[in-house]
């Protein structure tokens, strides 16, 4: 059976001449876009791409194809902006509720997508240092979703996101920079860069050292989350952040704890999510 994703991987073989090239811009494997050509073939009986050394050039079935191809995008393309007006998805405001550290970290990606595909929908975060402030911001009517670590006794809908791992920084020509991951309690006797009370992941590695068998002993506390790697690459201390917070090119040493220490990430909403927030929920789970 013809699907629109195997068309639409087809449109984008032939605009791009490349199967390269057109598994990058789909955001998929090239055996994954291959497979879905083969099937595609298949469905219309015969090869629809001649793969020539440096380019790909359509069959005739292929050419035979092509135009209903276009035609059944840009149908489904309609169909979706109008479904989109009806349920006020092409403009308005989406307000979210989040932690600091949620901001830097998950929020980019997701925030990119939701502009592509709704540029005319804004954003308004609520940024919160703690889930218990998330919680109660949430509660009293803050914001259409929340995005966090999973809220204990939530009465409302929750949306699992993932797992995000933590991991410790150290200056580059630390001692511990050792390796690739390193247990907690080896840094038992060391000053960390801690995070100020009230800030979740002051929690956060305030459970995990004490399931490691001691109390961390603070070298300096942060409001600022993006701070805390920074410090510990100066040689502060070590210091317990998510790893998607950190940046291509971070001049820091990374060790992954063992055991590991995670958290589960859930978008949240006081009942069922209106159409903006279902959007935003499905973007963030894709």
């Known amino acids: 059976m013809t699907t629109l994703r195997q068309l639409e991987y087809l449109v984008t073989v032939v605009d791009h001449g490349s199967f390269t090239k057109a598994a990058e811009l789909l955001h998929v494997t090239q055996p994954a876009l291959s497979h879905q050509i083969r099937a595609l073939e298949r469905s219309a009986g015969g090869p629809l791409l001649e793969r020539l050394p440096r380019n790909v050039r359509l069959t005739p079935t292929g050419r035979a194809m092509m135009p209903h191809a276009r035609a059944a995008l840009a149908d489904a393309e309609r169909a979706r902006c109008a479904a989109r007006q009806a ?79 933590l991991v410790v920084v150290v200056a580059a020509d630390d001692p511990a920079a050792i390796g690739d991951t390193i247990s907690l309690k080896d840094l038992a006797d060391r000053s960390w860069v801690h995070y100020t009370p009230g800030h979740g992941l002051a929690d956060v590695l305030d459970r995990a050292c004490a399931q490691a068998g001691f109390e961390p002993r603070v070298a300096v506390r942060t409001e600022q989350t993006a701070a805390a790697p920074a410090l510990a690459t100066a040689g502060l201390g070590p210091a317990l952040v998510p790893d998607n917070i950190l940046p291509k090119g971070f001049e820091g040493h990374v060790l992954r704890p063992d055991p590991p220490v995670c958290r589960t990430l859930t978008a949240y909403t006081r009942g069922e999510p209106d159409p903006l927030a279902a959007a935003f929920i499905d973007v963030l789970q894709s």
Not at 108 to 119: D, E, G, I, T
Not at 137 to 165: R, S
């Open 87 to 165: 349920a006020g998805l092409e403009v308005g405001e989406l307000q979210i509720a989040t932690l600091y550290s949620i901001t830097l970290g998950v929020l980019p990606a997701a925030l990119r997508k939701w502009r592509q595909a709704y540029p005319n929908v804004g954003i308004r975060l609520f940024e919160h240092r703690h889930t218990d402030e998330l919680i109660e911001a949430m509660n009293a009517g803050q914001a259409d979703l929340a995005v966090g670590p999973e809220p204990a006794g939530w009465q409302g809908k929750t949306y699992t996101l993932g797992t995000e791992e």
